[in-house]
């Protein structure tokens, strides 16, 4: 009885055009835990806000056909009820923490069911030892960093052990090692505790592995429902953006696609492509990148020698940001970018790179150290909102940066800022910073701009931002836009840089910030994409003589 | 300025008593005019501030109340046509015609400048040491939903002020003339009522909406519990009995009496009744 079931469900947002889930049939069998898929604005959380009560109780509009979790009727039983049985976390941990505390906030929903004190208290108890948040109970919900508060709201959902939990994005904020111990908790929970899990995710690389059946919906219908398996070789056929890049690497050579890295790896070794752990055939892989970089390797390094010998565009010289009372937020930073460069910035939440661009842009001074640069720096801040402040796009921006990022069209002028897509809302804050032609920006910084995107738009966004002759400095946290976008990436840790080199270096050296073709390679011959993997194992087996 | 756990005794007791605590303090500055037992309060909300660990925030606020102070005495000496001791004359002014600042009207300003920075002091006092989840718990037998309120807009305040900051380093990051106050305005109150959807969103899943009438919740005392409530009775008492013997008796009109001694015993008595409880160090919460 603790699972989920819709029956013809269509549902149209108060004052939409269209509906945002269309004829849904579905049934998730208890202790499922199933991943939705799809693009934005595809459906995937109308079906989430469907399960958790939210639509049509909360949002309105016109709800048709039946939805029954843990054999209650949506129909009848509003969220409030319905979260006796179902813990919800979306993608914004802030907005879902409404305590002081981080004990309050697991509390809060057990109490609200009106359990006893010793109930509420076991309950919070397991739920901070569950999620490894057990140190954090007497902290304060507003010193917490994005990956404590997700983590809390988390364990806010999980205390009580709901039978049903659905999940927006709640990755989206968090780094790769916090993102994949958020996937691993999840499964743990679902084990442990039979709990059905249905997560929407964009960055599908990251749970698939962890996930027993996946949906993918396209605008409002559900078409496909399979194992991650059978989705991997729909979306090969019908939809290659929903492809993970180990899935398209091994399509890509012939094999039927498969999730998670691991099983990525024993494909290829099946098949004699990868060499086992510890063989001699490794260094076979990785000499053909020391010695002679791959195609793509070398093509990266030539784009990034751009404008060397110029005077740089951006430059830190011993940067430190010091708080009073408080820890360095960077230590000694030096480092210059070309004009023309493109850098990505990345490290786990809280290294100091969102400090580092506001230096960069004047928002903030050093304690020690200075900055230069040779002209203005464009700051594009995480919420692109904070930038549309007027009632028309036409008035947001100049015609020509309008132009630059694509929302010259007809129909873009005269919209509310407000009613665009996540996307536009980016390109329009982008078109803000740029400004008039005649004053262009020297330097761009960009403050984690793929953040909930789905792969069409970081795409959109790469290819966007590769037209623009200024520097780039992009903070982010997801390697597979990193490796898309650009030449040189720089790893903070501690407000320092512990690695600072051509891209292919830096992504494929490592393993959480890594793509995921790089971690099934093993950093093999420094390919990041999967082009790049599939022309090197092709490659390896030209020289060995060896035909697929 | 918010919460946060700290190891002392204050932090250690439970809200209810921390919270009589503060109110105590409060009802002993609103019944209090003599200078120096109004000093000797201050002191005793500074001390406690300070044994609690939040002493740095309080001295802010305690010189953020300088210019409180200075603002009601000089609206004081303006309005006020009472005392005999005239140190200037001002004449004929506009609005408030003829004008002698007295020297009984500056000290009476002062006294209750003072008894605002006092009721300041305690309510930020009440603000940094006592957990605002535990007095939601404690009043939600009584109110839930005013209760939670309460706390949701205590817990809206930092949030707001960050979407204020953010919002604001945004505009500083466009080219060219800023956006003028109305547009901001406007936009500022856009993100306002677009967190308040989404925190309303959180409430509804979370069960606020069918929450019950929590069952009662019984700890058993602490040392520290029962010395905030001991003090909180010392202290409502020391005011009680100075304000109703005249221990502590002022007068400002027509002009200045004031108790010498016998105020400055109940200084000292407010001294000792609120500062006792911190030199108990047993047991506290980490």
Redesign the interface.
């Known amino acids: 009885m603790s699972g989920v079931t819709l029956q013809g469900v269509t549902y149209t947002y108060p004052g939409a055009g269209a509906p945002a889930l269309i004829d849904a049939d579905l049934d998730i069998r208890p202790g499922e835990l199933v991943v939705v898929a799809g693009g934005s604005g595809s459906g995937k959380s109308t079906l989430l806000r469907a399960i958790?009560?939210?639509v049509p109780?909360?949002y309105g509009g016109t709800f048709a056909g039946r939805v029954t979790v843990a054999g209650m009727d949506t129909r009848r039983h509003?969220?409030?009820?319905?979260?006796?049985a179902?813990g919800?976390v979306?993608q914004?941990p802030?907005?879902?923490?409404?305590?002081?505390?981080v004990?309050?906030e697991l509390a809060?929903?057990l109490?609200?069911?009106?359990q006893?004190?010793a109930a509420v208290a076991r309950g919070v108890e397991e739920a901070a030892l569950a999620l490894a948040i057990d140190h954090l109970l007497?902290?304060?919900?507003?010193?917490l960093s994005g990956g404590e508060l997700q983590r809390t709201a988390l364990g806010?959902a999980l205390a009580g052990l709901p039978s049903v939990m659905v999940l927006d994005e709640p990755t989206s904020q968090l780094d790769p090692v916090a993102g994949d111990e958020l996937i691993g908790l999840l499964r743990r929970a679902n084990e442990d505790s039979d709990a059905t899990i249905v997560i929407a995710e964009h960055r599908l690389e990251r749970c698939l592995g962890a996930a027993d059946r996946v949906l993918a919906l396209a605008a409002g219908r559900i078409v496909c429902d399979g194992a991650p398996r059978e989705f991997l070789e729909w979306a090969r056929r019908e939809a290659p953006n929903l492809q993970t890049p180990g899935a398209k690497l091994l399509s890509s050579l012939g094999i039927a696609p498969v999730p998670g890295v691991k099983r990525a790896r024993a494909a290829l070794r099946e098949r004699g492509l990868l060499p086992e752990r510890g063989e001699d055939a490794v260094p076979a892989l990785a000499g053909s990148a020391a010695g002679s970089p791959a195609g793509p390797v070398r093509r990266r390094r030539s784009r990034a020698r751009h404008g060397s010998g110029s005077e740089p565009a951006l430059v830190f010289e011993r940067v430190w940001h010091e708080l009073q009372s408080g820890p360095a937020i960077l230590r000694d930073v030096s480092l210059s970018l070309a004009p023309g460069e493109r850098v990505a910035l990345m490290g786990r939440n809280g290294a100091g790179k969102s400090t580092l661009l506001?230096h960069a842009?004047g928002?903030l001074t050093p304690t020690r150290g200075r900055v230069r640069s040779t002209g203005?720096v464009?700051?594009?801040?995480q919420?692109p909102?904070?930038?549309?402040?007027?009632e028309t796009v036409a008035d947001e921006a100049p015609a020509s940066a309008l132009a630059a990022v694509g929302l010259d069209g007809e129909g873009f002028a005269q919209r509310n800022p407000?009613d665009l897509s996540g996307g536009e809302k980016q390109r329009l804050a982008l078109a803000?910073?740029l400004?008039?032609r005649s004053?262009p920006?020297a330097t761009i910084c960009l403050d984690e701009p793929t953040r909930g995107m789905d792969r069409d738009h970081k795409q959109a966004l790469a290819t966007l931002l590769a037209e623009i002759d200024a520097a780039v400095i992009v903070a982010t946290h997801d390697p597979e836009f990193a490796a898309a976008f650009a030449h040189r990436v720089i790893l903070l840790a501690d407000g320092a840089p512990i690695a600072d080199g051509n891209v292919a270096e830096v992504l494929a050296g490592g393993s959480y910030f890594a793509t995921e073709t790089a971690r099934i390679l093993g950093g093999a011959g420094g390919a990041l994409t999967p082009a790049d993997g599939a022309e090197l194992i092709t490659r390896r087996l030209v020289a060995a003589e060896v035909t697929l | 300025m918010i919460y946060r756990r700290r190891s002392s005794p204050l932090h250690s007791a439970r809200a209810g008593a921390g919270c009589a605590y503060c109110v105590a303090l409060a009802i002993a500055s609103l019944t209090m005019s003599n200078p120096i037992a109004l000093l000797g309060l201050i002191l005793s909300v500074l001390g406690a501030g300070l044994a609690a660990g939040v002493g740095r925030q309080l001295g802010r606020a305690a010189l953020l109340g300088v210019p409180v102070v200075a603002a009601i005495v000089l609206i004081n000496v303006l309005v006020s046509r009472n005392g005999l001791t005239v140190i200037v004359r001002l004449g004929d002014l506009p609005i408030l015609g003829h004008t002698d600042i007295t020297l009984e009207a500056a000290v009476y300003g002062a006294i209750l400048g003072l008894r605002a920075v006092a009721l300041i002091l305690c309510g930020i006092l009440y603000t940094l040491a006592v957990d605002p989840d535990e007095v939601l718990r404690l009043f939600r037998r009584v109110s839930f939903r005013s209760a939670l309120s309460a706390t949701l807009a205590t817990r809206m305040v930092p949030i707001l002020i960050r979407d204020g900051r953010r919002l604001a380093e945004a505009q500083r990051c466009r080219p060219g003339p800023p956006p003028s106050r109305l547009t901001l305005m406007r936009a500022a109150c856009s993100g306002v009522l677009d967190r308040a959807l989404d925190v309303a969103a959180a409430l509804e899943v979370r069960g606020y909406g069918v929450a019950r009438r929590p069952p009662a919740y019984r700890a058993p005392y602490s040392r520290h519990d029962l010395e905030f409530m001991s003090s909180t009775v010392a202290i409502v008492a020391v005011a009680i009995i100075a304000r109703t013997s005249g221990l502590a008796a002022f007068t400002a009109y027509p002009s200045l009496h004031a108790a010498g001694w016998s105020a400055a015993a109940v200084a000292a008595a407010l001294l000792a009744a609120a500062w006792l409880p911190f030199a108990d160090r047993r047991g506290l919460r980490p």
């Open positions: 958790s009560g939210l109780h909360f509003g969220p409030g009820e319905l979260a006796q179902v919800t979306f914004d802030e907005t879902q923490v409404v305590t002081g505390t004990r309050a809060f929903g109490e609200n069911r009106g006893a004190p007497d902290r304060s919900t507003a010193e806010a506001r842009a928002l203005r464009a700051l594009l801040l919420n909102t904070d930038y549309l402040v007027h407000r803000v910073v400004g008039e004053s920006p």
